[in-house]
């Protein structure tokens, strides 16, 4: 646990219970705010707090409420700085909540990778002894790469097991109620983050959910065609509400909790009486479905948005059809009305924000500042350029380590490729000139040139010490999907879905000659060591061999029956390894020119495949959501890691063969001793993690996310974890 844990540890259970329970509200009450302010901001004390079995995150977190007292805040001892940075570290753990409580060790990492920004001497203070934390392998941020507190978001709630469609908070803000496509709802509390109880009785799809004022009743819509109207004391179920023909989208509540109004799919609106249960009536009136509605706050109008492209004004007192505001282009997503009930605003597919006056029934003005789809009506955007991250401005597709293991190169969706300084973190500059996404990056084995692929149709060389463009490499007639360079650097080979792999000269910038022979897209490139020959990976469910020196295609590997996604080489270039969707591996012999054996054990495709630098093993990474060590020699599986709870995207391996390094769909990166099959670190990013490699040093991990996040991360504790293991 630490050295400060463990002595803790040491002391009887009553003084545990005093150290870290009930000392603190002493201190408070006591007006000994000095020391409540240094517990609150010594890391030790926090991550020995959280480690308890009788406290944990949430019981931490509540330590920080005890200065939100008038008689506190007045304390001569407080100050302005004192809360800022006391709500700050509570920001943090209530943003990380959810990770810590399945995993501990994620303490550190969490604050340093959302606080190394504050420049505030008691942050630092504390960051500073966070980094000195050896007790278990972690994973450190050497940069801000996670969302600031106060930024973003606050807590994660987790238990439906499918999407999440629709939520309500309570009007005193204390409780959420959640709509999914598990059939339930659930009901939330908001202090604690913890599920008060699941509301179960929907047949299908929960679409949309509202909450009446009192707080006491939520009422839902479902792809079952009914709503229910559920008592959130109890957690029971009221009763049902059926009438509607179709899927019900939509459900909006009247200020004073009795009457519901609802959209549905069968082109109608219904108001339901909520003391009988009764419908009252139905407002026909839209030829196309009923995707929203709203209420005004006098309860006596009702707003619905549809896919037939228009907003109607109902009077829910008649039931009858006021008017009908026309304007959009698209169907109606979303539709919001101020408190005074004198204008609504809607939100559509065709991308645009329209503001209507409910008194004359005509447009006021149009927002088109969308480039997708407006599907919700947000009153709290933030704009990315407040965070203090710097990050690709969209999912980060491929990355690359220079041999000496001082930069790495990033390239993303939003089309640039950016270099980092490895010992820093820092953006040393971005390449800007291809016209669309980057998918592949290398780098030549002097670190002095990286090489990119994009989706326009592209290869462009860049001056790692510049950071200008060389020249672009044109030739291919689709985008280019994948790469690899030569060892000695001369030499580029490129596979596009054009179905050709290419061969540029790096001195001339000319192509030396295309390889043509496959099928379908050329998903992966492996080269030989020695350069002579380069093997790809193709969607036509073959690999092929080509002689790099006269360009011919020496042999194809024919065997697997789905997509090949992955391939490697060993070191020697008498093995290949392929990874297929049809879940399996298949080892082949380059000197026979045959398939050794089949490596099957996987149950989904397999995404990623990496070689020890001894060829004796190799790592795959699986859409089953696990990875498995092969063993080359035998052709047997050797163990599976489990630990991700969703599919594989990237693995990489150390030097040394010792660990791997795993990122998923899960938004996590691991870090798996190969030895004990045991994952000795983790870290949870923002966004699934779309690739990752590690650097020379085999501790500086370099990961990124499709939120466009690069995360530099140093594996810290892992020389005290070796000498544990060897103890």
Known sequence: MGEFAD???????????????????????????????????????????????????????????LVDDSEVLSHREY????????????????????????????????????LLYFEMPQIQAMLDVAKQWKAAPWLRPLTTCLTPPRRGLLRTLKGHSNSVNAVAVTEDGKRAISGSGDNSLKVWD??????????????????????????????????????KVWNLTSGKEEFTLEGHSDWVNAVAVTADGKMAISGSFDNTVKVWDLTTGKELFTLKGHNDSVNAVAVTADSNRAISGSWDNTLKAWDLITGKEEFTLKGHKDSVNAVAVTTDGKRAISASLDNTVKVWDLTTGKEEFSLKVHSNPVNKVHSNSVHKDLFPVKVHSTSVNALAITANGKRAISGSFDNTLKVWDLTTGKELFTLNGHSNSVNTVAVTTDGKRAISGSWDNTLKVWDLTTGKELFSLNGHRYLVKTLAITADGKRAISGSVDKTIKVWDLTTGKELFSLNGHRYLVKALAITAD??????????????????TTGKELFTLKGHSNLVNAVAVTADGKMVISGSDDTTLKVWDLENRKEVFTLNGHSNSVNAVAVTEDGKRAISGSSDDTLKVWDLTTGKEEFTLKGHSYLVNAVAVTADGTQA???????????????????????????????????????????????????????????????????
């Open 531 to 548: 350069g002579k020959r380069t093997i790809s990976g193709s969607w036509d469910n073959t690999l092929k061999v080509w002689d790099l």
């Open 79 to 114: 100050n302005p700085e004192t809360a800022k940075v006391l709500n700050l570290i509570q920001s943090v753990l209530w943003m990380s909540a959810d990770i810590l409580d399945g995993d501990k060790t994620q303490l550190a990492g969490q604050l340093l990778g959302r």
């Open 190 to 227: 908001l202090t604690t983050g913890d599920e008060q109880f699941t509301l179960k009785g929907h047949s299908y799809s929960v679409n949309a959910v509202a909450v009446t004022g009192d707080g006491k009743r939520a009422i839902s819509g479902s792809s079952d065609n009914t709503l």
């Open 661 to 727: 390094i795993s990122g998923s769909l899960d938004n996590t990166l691991k870090v798996w001793d190969l030895s004990s099959e045991n994952i000795i670190a983790s870290f949870t990013g923002e966004r699934s993690i779309a690739c990752c490699a590690i650097a020379p040093d085999g501790v500086t991990i370099v990961a990124g996310d499709a939120s466009g996040r690069v995360y530099f991360l140093r594996l810290e504790g892992i020389a005290e974890y070796l000498e544990k293991g060897m103890a």
């Open 7 to 65: 002595k803790l540890e040491a002391k009887p259970l009553f003084y545990q219970r005093a150290y870290l329970g009930s000392l603190l509200p002493n201190h408070v009450k006591s007006g000994n705010l000095e020391k409540y302010y240094q517990k609150l901001t010594d890391f030790n004390f926090l991550m020995a707090k959280i480690q308890h079995p009788e406290f944990g995150v949430q019981a931490l977190i509540d330590d920080f409420n």
